[in-house]
C-alpha cells in the first residue's frame, strides 16, 4: 500500500520506517526541512534504539522518503497524522494548533476513499470535529491511537501489544464507510494481525480515551508507591520492600511501582493535564479529580530529592558541587521534554549549588534547554571532587557503577539514589552516604 505519514517526530518518524519495512510505500511529510533532510540521508534526528538500523534497512528499498510538501501525501490511501499535541502554555489543555494545521493542509490533497488515521493524542471530541471537515471529500477518518514506550518503540510499532481502531458509527455499529476503512487498515496492519496482536474495533470516543486513560492509570500507579514512600519516609519502613510485597497481588502487580523521582517526558505530564482540562469542559471534571494529587505527588518528589541533597550535605547546598547522573526523563532516550532529572538540576542550580550534569545521549537537549548549567560527557568527568552524587536517570551504566572507584573522585562520598536502583549495601560498605525516597 502508499501510505503517507504525516508529522516525523518521534512518533511519526518510527511508524513511517516500520511501515516501510513492512513492505509499504510510505512518505514522510514534516514541516522542519532539518529533520526531513536528516531522516531522508537516514539519519535520525533523535536517539531511540533501533530507529537507525531500520532506516538502514529501507533505505536501498526505494519504500520510503520524506518531503517537506505535503502535496508529495497524494495518492497515498491511508495517511497517518502523528503530529504533536503539547501542553498549552500556562494552562492544563492540549495544544491542538499542529493537529489543525496539519489537517488543513491536507484535505486539499485527499481522494475518494482515501483514509486519514489519527494517531496524535487528542481530547475527546477532536475526530469528531476533524471528521466533520471531511465531508464531502469522500475520505474517512478513522482514530488509530498509539503506544509507544520511548526506548522501545521500533519493537512496539512492529510489535505491539494491542490495536484499536476507533470507526465511524451509527447506532454502535460501523458505516459501510467505517467498514472500508477498516478493511484498509487491517491491509496496513496485516503484518502484527498476523503474530495474533489483539485487535478493538470501537467508535471515535473510545479510541480517543484509550491512550489518555491507559496513561492516567499508569501515572496513577507510579504516584501511588510514591505516596507511599513519603508514608515510609515518615515512618522507616522500605517502599522497595513494600512494593515487592503488594506486587505478589495479582490484581496489582510489581510492574510501575518503583518509587523514585516520577514520571516524566512528553506523554504521561501533558496528557494527565489534558485529561482533567477536558472533563472539566465536558462537565465531569470531579471524576477525573484525583488526577490533581496523582500530579502533586509526583511534583513533590522532585522537591523531597532536592531536600535530600541538602541533607547529604549537612543542611546546605550553597556553594556544593552536586553532579547529576542523568538528564533525559527515562534511560534509552535523548528527550528532556519534562525531565524531573532536568527539574532536580535546576531547582538546585537556582538554589545556589554548582551542579554539573551528564547523559549518555541527551546533553545537547539538555543543554540547549538549560545553558547556565555546567555538563559533562561522562559520569566520572562529572563526579570531579562533588560533594554529593545524585542518580536521577536510571541508565544502565550509572546502575553499575564502582562505589569504590566512584569514591575515588568524589570530595564527599555522599550519594542520593533518586531511582532507588543502587546496591545502598554496596554503596555503605565503600564508605558511602547512601540516601533514596522512601527507604531508612
Known amino acids: 500500500m502508499r501510505i503517507s505519514v504525516i508529522g516525523c517526530g518521534y512518533l511519526g518518524a518510527v511508524h513511517a520506517a516500520s511501515m516501510a519495512s513492512l513492505g509499504h510505500d510510505v512518505v514522510g511529510i514534516d514541516v522542519d526541512p532539518g529533520k526531513v533532510a536528516r531522516l531522508a540521508a537516514g539519519t535520525a534526528p533523535f536517539y531511540e534504539p533501533g530507529l537507525p538500523e531500520l532506516l538502514a534497512k529501507v533505505a536501498d528499498t526505494g519504500r520510503l522518503t520524506f518531503s517537506t510538501d505535503m502535496a508529495d501525501a497524494a495518492g497515498a490511501q491511508v495517511h497517518f497524522l502523528c503530529v504533536g499535541t503539547p501542553q498549552q502554555h500556562g ?36 475526530a469528531e470535529d476533524l471528521a466533520a ?128 523521582l516520577g514520571f516524566g517526558g512528553g506523554c504521561l ?40 541533597v541538602r541533607e547529604v550535605c549537612a543542611g546546605s547546598i550553597v556553594g556544593r558541587r552536586v553532579a547529576v547522573l542523568g538528564a533525559a526523563f527515562k534511560p534509552d532516550s535523548d ?46 568527568e562529572a563526579v570531579q571532587q562533588a560533594d554529593a552524587v545524585v542518580l536521577a536517570t536510571e541508565w544502565a551504566e550509572y546502575r553499575d557503577l564502582d562505589p569504590a572507584e566512584v569514591g575515588q573522585l568524589v570530595a564527599h562520598r555522599a550519594i542520593v539514589d533518586g531511582r532507588n536502583v543502587l546496591d545502598p549495601a554496596a554503596w555503605r560498605a565503600a564508605g558511602w552516604t547512601y540516601r533514596a525516597l522512601g527507604r531508612p
Open 335 to 380: 528527550d528532556v521534554r519534562d525531565s524531573p532529572a532536568l527539574s532536580v538540576a535546576a531547582q538546585m542550580q537556582l538554589q545556589g549549588a554548582h551542579v554539573t550534569v551528564t547523559d549518555p545521549q541527551a546533553v545537547e537537549n539538555a543543554r540547549a534547554k538549560w545553558p547556565d548549567i555546567k555538563f559533562a560527557s561522562t559520569a566520572h
Open 133 to 260: 471537515r471531511l465531508a464531502g471529500t469522500g475520505a474517512t477518518l478513522v482514530w488509530n491511537p498509539e503506544f509507544l514506550r520511548e526506548g522501545f518503540a521500533v519493537k512496539d510499532t512492529l510489535h505491539p501489544d494491542r490495536l484499536v481502531y476507533g470507526l465511524p458509527t451509527e447506532a454502535g455499529v460501523p458505516t459501510p464507510e467505517g467498514e472500508a476503512a477498516r478493511a484498509l487498515l487491517d491491509e496496513v496492519y496485516a503484518t502484527p494481525l498476523s503474530e495474533g496482536t489483539p485487535l478493538v474495533v470501537t467508535d471515535y470516543a473510545t479510541a480517543q480515551l484509550v491512550k489518555v486513560a491507559a496513561n492516567s492509570f499508569l501515572a496513577t500507579k507510579i504516584s501511588f508507591i510514591n505516596a507511599m514512600a513519603e508514608l515510609c519516609e515518615a515512618t522507616g519502613a522500605d517502599v522497595t520492600r513494600l512494593a515487592d510485597a503488594i506486587g505478589y497481588d495479582a490484581r496489582i502487580g510489581r510492574r510501575f511501582l518503583n518509587a523514585g
Open 91 to 126: 494552562e492544563f489543555r492540549a495544544d491542538l494548533s499542529y493537529v489543525d494545521s496539519a489537517f488543513t493542509a491536507l484535505v486539499p490533497h485527499l481522494a475518494p476513499g482515501d483514509v486519514v488515521a489519527g494517531k496524535s493524542t487528542v481530547p475527546v471530541g477532536t
Open 269 to 308: 505530564p501533558k496528557d494527565i493535564r489534558a485529561f482533567m482540562a477536558r472533563a472539566g469542559e465536558l462537565g465531569v471534571d470531579q471524576a477525573l479529580s484525583f488526577l490533581r494529587e496523582v500530579d502533586a505527588i509526583n511534583m513533590r518528589r522532585r522537591v523531597r530529592v532536592v531536600d535530600l
